[in-house]
């Protein structure tokens, strides 16, 4: 790279050094006893999918813990994949198929499949790519698909298991049934979405009481063929005559029971609730407490079937628009009324979800639950932020039976197999399934011929749930080297909305299959938002694309913008502007090595930059002390912010300029070989978070072997020397010196290259004089005296005790001054104040460490020197 051009330019490098990490085989990991080893797992993106924001902001954090683990010497391993996602990629490939006017009933099972697979390979590994411009160190030759063979025979190994101790059953239970897709859907893949909907007020006519009717409010008014029954609560006067009575469904004529039940809201609607078990998850507990029957009247693909007796045939949105005009043609509608409300749709098709009476497979989670809560309260799994544990015991104390059967053909078919008499068997084969039958019936005569599997596939969630374990091979053979090394895995990043679907799942499974946890951590990442506070999509048109961002600021600039707002659990703001700072910054580095890279040492010069040198070193060493604090912690925003201060502030702003040379001037060596090093400690505490500026500028700085590398070079370790306390603070009154000479400086409108002079009023001149250097450079002073008293003429400050002034020319705006110097001490006054009330709270007194108090006593004495000092300088006015 040209060290003469005065902008970074990351396409330059970026895919030069990430092929060049691959070549050196830099990701690679492999069971190694000597070493610790550090393992994360991504959770695996859909196999349909492309880079989004939210990708990009959970690869990023996953890549900056594993080089961080790189460089502190771990076996770092992070494991790669896709997920095969059963329902987006069967409508994706279903879709491709009718363009090409194919229908997949057309299709046997094994062309279809055939299809999905050809398509897979085609398109399901552009994510991965994509990840790599991002710089995701992952080890590649590990990438893992839950649909490949082995993780495949894993998931049935896991069913058999399961069934066989009693865990996994078939029965009718209420789903989430996606009419479009044709299929159950988990919990996490309904989305509410807000509507206006409609309220439809209908007269149920009272048996045996001509003209008397029974009003009741629904929103589904196709829905009352189904009805089994009205409920009312039995404290509510209105309808207590009605107790045991029947009503009769409007339009069908069909007699149903009154029923009383406390569920029911008497300030909701009419206080007369409809009761339809077979088509909505409240009314089929209330039909299992009352022993009602239930009447399915919809087909699976949201039609009418002929139990419904009207209708039959149409849609079921076609027949709400039909009902409600002939309850109206016969009076019986009373009023339709707009309001706001929440349906739950599909996240894959997007239709409405329709509660359904299903016939399922079910995986009993109680028995499971319990430990993994357990492990989390006790923190053997921590969450990261603790305040996630309300909501994981929340779920797992109210976890429910979860429905594993998908009516799809993309995934892994479930290991059922029928008998003709319906009964059935489970088992990995057909052989074993064979087998089992004749012994199941007693009828050695039975083939192959004569079983049929059944037809669903598993959740997709259920082959996700044993990533952790399976991307190892561990229930192929649960004892291999791979395993017994990389399980369990150190940290999980990922999405809250996740936490119980596959966090929980997978806590599970790992105490259940391997009787230890999958990961020690789990930091939950928040969910990218645009400036109004919506969640990025491109649907909304609200999302850039990830990849338009990289080549427009560079992959560096992208990964640094995305975390300088991204604290753990909380929602991120995105602003193209944090993007354009993280660019920024890369430039900002680019220019400090240019600068350094274009000093000439000389050896005949003498190292007059001792305090500085000292400084700096002593700053580093407490910085690399905070950034360590930070990541165990799992801050991981605040990690970078604390090094980009110490690269913006500290090495650009005051150590390059306190230690560099006047223009085209040689430097000494030992300046140079210090500045050289600091540099590259900043570049090993950057790389995480920056792999590819860091990585150039690693080389550019100085000659290296071709295996020397940032990428794996050692994290820097915090060596603070025994006087950094006394280092820092001093080096910290010099630049709060500087500080008010530039506010002078702003104040009088003169110039930064304008030469000045400084009178100091102290009773530390040795501080002064020793930092005298430092002074002189960032202040740029021609002169600096100690006096008892200021000059006349001159303009003042105070920092601390001591009183610093600077003569001007002409004459000085006394009003302008005292005006001031008056708001200067009205501050002061104030921070004194509130130090003086601190201290004197007993409490704080009381519980209060002494280093703290003996801080809040120096502050208080710092703010008394500094108002005798300021009383002094009015006083001279």
């Not at 919506?534 to 338009?548: A, E, F, T, V, W």
């Not at 008892?788 to 003569?807: K, L, N, T």
């Amino acid at each position: 790279m040209n060290p003469t051009k005065t902008t970074y330019s990351p396409a330059d490098v970026e895919a030069k050094w990430y092929q060049r990490w691959q070549e050196q085989g830099f990701f690679k990991a492999s069971a190694n006893p000597k070493k610790t080893p550090y393992t994360v797992v991504i959770p695996p993106p859909n196999v349909t999918g492309v880079l989004h924001m939210g990708h990009m902001l959970n690869a990023t954090i996953q890549d900056v813990l594993v080089r961080r683990a790189r460089m502190q010497g771990k076996e770092a391993c992070w494991v790669p994949g896709t997920d095969h996602a059963s329902i987006a990629t069967e409508a994706k490939v279903v879709a491709l198929l009718k363009e090409q006017g194919i229908e997949k009933k057309d299709l046997t099972r094994e062309q279809f499949l055939a299809h999905a697979f050809t398509w897979k390979d085609k398109y399901g590994g552009i994510i991965l790519e994509q990840l790599k411009q991002l710089g995701a160190s992952c080890d590649w030759d590990r990438t893992r698909f839950t649909m490949e063979p082995k993780l495949t025979e894993a998931v049935l190994r896991v069913f058999v298991d399961l069934y066989r101790k009693g865990l996994i059953y078939r029965g009718v239970r209420m789903v989430n049934w996606d009419p479009l897709g044709g299929t159950a859907i988990s919990d996490e893949e309904v989305i509410p979405k807000d509507v206006m909907a409609k309220m439809y007020y209908l007269n149920y006519e009272v048996v045996g009481q001509p003209g008397r009717f029974l009003t009741v409010a629904t929103s589904r008014p196709e829905t009352i063929m189904a009805d089994v029954a009205v409920a009312v609560n039995p404290t509510d006067g209105r309808y207590a005559d009605l107790a045991g009575q029947r009503v009769r469904i409007p339009l069908l004529g069909r007699d149903v029971p009154i029923i009383q039940d406390e569920y029911v809201l008497t300030d909701f609607g009419t206080g007369a609730l409809k009761v339809t078990p077979a088509h909505d998850l409240n009314d089929y507990n209330l039909g299992q407490k009352h022993n009602l029957p239930t009447i399915d009247i919809l087909n699976d693909d949201g039609t009418l079937n002929e139990k419904a007796e009207l209708y039959v045939g149409q849609d079921r949105f076609a027949a709400r628009r039909n009902i409600v005009k002939d309850l109206d043609a016969a009076g019986l509608l009373v009023k339709t009324e707009e309001y706001a409300s929440i349906v739950q749709t599909s996240e894959r098709t997007k239709a409405v979800i329709e509660p359904k009476l299903s016939m399922q497979w079910f995986l009993k989670m109680e028995h499971m639950a319990k430990p993994a809560l357990e492990v989390v309260e006790n923190d053997t799994v921590r969450l990261h932020p603790a305040k996630f544990k309300n909501t994981y015991r929340v779920w797992m104390e109210n976890v429910r039976d979860w429905c594993i059967s998908r009516q799809l053909w993309w995934g892994q078919q479930i290991p059922a197999y029928y008998l003709p008499d319906g009964s059935f068997v489970v088992a990995l084969s057909a052989a074993e399934a064979l087998e089992l039958a004749r012994e199941q019936s007693g009828n050695a005569a039975l083939e192959i011929s004569d079983l049929r599997q059944d037809e669903d596939v598993l959740d997709t969630w259920f082959s996700s749930w044993l990533w952790p374990i399976s991307v190892f091979d561990g229930f192929e053979d649960p004892d291999n080297a791979d395993v017994n090394y990389f399980y369990p895995t150190n940290d999980l990043v990922t999405g809250p909305d996740i936490l119980f679907f596959w966090v929980a799942r997978m806590i599970m499974a790992g105490l259940e299959f391997r009787q230890e946890v999958p990961f020690r951590n789990v930091y939950l990442t928040g969910i990218v938002r645009d400036g109004q506070g919506r969640k990025m999509s491109k649907q909304l048109g609200n999302s850039p694309d990830p990849l338009d961002l990289i080549a427009q600021f560079g992959a560096d600039g992208v990964r640094t913008g995305m975390l300088f707002s991204a604290p753990a659990g909380n929602d991120l703001l995105y602003d193209e502007k944090l993007v354009e700072q993280g660019r920024n910054f890369a430039n900002k580095l680019w220019n400090a090595f240019r600068l350094v890279k274009g000093w000439t040492p000389d050896a005949a010069l003498p190292f007059v930059h001792d305090k500085p040198v000292a400084w700096f070193g002593a700053r580093l060493a407490a910085a690399v002390a905070e950034i360590d604090d930070h990541f165990e912690k799992f801050r991981i925003s605040d990690a970078l912010l604390a090094v980009y201060k110490l690269v913006w502030d500290d090495f650009c702003a005051h150590y390059l300029e306190m230690v560099k040379p006047a223009y085209q001037q040689p430097i000494d060596v030992e300046t140079l070989r210090y500045t050289t090093a600091y540099f590259e400690t900043l570049l090993k505490l950057l790389h995480p978070f920056m792999p590819f500026i860091t990585e150039e500028l690693w080389h550019e700085l100085a000659a290296r072997g071709p295996r020397e590398y940032v990428t794996v070079a050692h994290w820097p370790k915090p060596a603070p020397p025994a006087t950094s306390a006394l280092l820092l603070a001093d080096m910290d009154k010099a630049l709060a010196v500087v500080a008010g000479i530039r506010a002078v400086r702003n104040q009088k409108n003169l110039g930064p290259n304008k030469p000045l002079a400084l009178v100091i009023k102290t009773d530390e001149p040795a501080l002064f004089t020793a930092y005298a250097g430092v002074l002189r450079k960032l202040g740029n002073l021609e002169a600096l005296d100690f006096a008892d008293a200021g000059p006349a003429g001159a303009v003042s400050f105070v920092q601390g005790s001591s009183e610093f002034f600077i003569p001007l020319e002409g004459p000085v705006d006394v009003a302008a001054e005292r005006a001031r110097l008056e708001k200067e001490l009205a501050y002061a006054q104030g921070f004194r104040e509130s130090v003086q009330k601190k201290l004197g709270n007993e409490k704080f007194a009381a519980n209060a460490k002494p280093d703290v108090l003996e801080r809040e006593r120096q502050k208080l004495a710092d703010a008394e020197a500094k108002i005798g000092a300021l009383e002094q300088s009015l006083g001279a006015l």
